[in-house]
């Protein structure tokens, strides 16, 4: 039977703790279980933490990359409007659909996603774009979006490789389709640039 789980009480890895990664303080919150059984999905708690973590920085990544594409659909200007215009509506679009399928293998772990701009902003690696100067090149904008697709890439490959250790094969397999997706819309910007 149940061992005895304190009932309404997060559990040992729930909100009152946090962890440092390479620096960066992440937050992870554990679903409380309240009346329902717990998680039992043979990932460890720890492990489920981990990954949790990995992929809380991960969103925040992909939710920062998305806007900053959608700000540059908006805002790009120059001869090559047409072309980027277009092709950063295809790469948000792509985007914004990874974003969920990210937030809700969260939740099957057992953790809270993160879903305010205030922990996207504490948790990303990318940094925003404020306010483009209407002198803003749409090469600038080209640039950070490698910049951006990398880094994002940078962070799926390290939560695989936390998820690899842990057997936890959604997320490896997850993690796999968006390395897929950042690592090739890094050589089609760059290629724009050579
Ligand atoms: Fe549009």
Redesign the pocket.
């Known amino acids: 039977m149940a061992k005895n789980k304190p009932s309404n009480k997060p559990s040992k890895s729930g909100p009152s703790r946090t962890s440092a990664s390479k620096g960066m303080e992440t937050k992870s919150v554990e679903t409380p279980t309240g009346n329902a059984p717990d998680i039992d999905i043979g990932i460890s708690g720890g492990d489920r933490k981990k990954i949790a973590e990995g992929l809380a920085r991960f969103l925040s990544d992909s939710f920062t990359l998305y806007l900053k594409t959608h700000n540059f659909?908006?805002n790009v200007t120059g001869s090559m409007f047409n072309t980027l215009?277009t092709m950063f509506?295809g790469q948000y679009n792509e985007q914004w659909m990874a974003l969920d399928e990210t937030a809700e293998r969260m939740r099957a772990l057992g953790f809270n996603a993160p879903g305010s701009y205030a922990e996207f902003i504490r948790l990303t690696s990318i940094p925003e774009e404020p306010g483009l100067s209407d002198t803003a090149d749409w090469r600038e904008m080209v640039r950070q979006l490698v910049v951006g697709n990398e880094a994002v890439a940078r962070t799926a490959r390290k939560v695989l490789k936390t998820a690899d250790d842990a057997g936890d094969d959604p997320t490896v397999d997850l993690m796999t389709q968006r390395l897929q997706v950042h690592e090739k819309n890094a050589w089609m910007l760059r290629s724009l640039l050579q």
């Open positions: 659909h908006w215009h509506e």
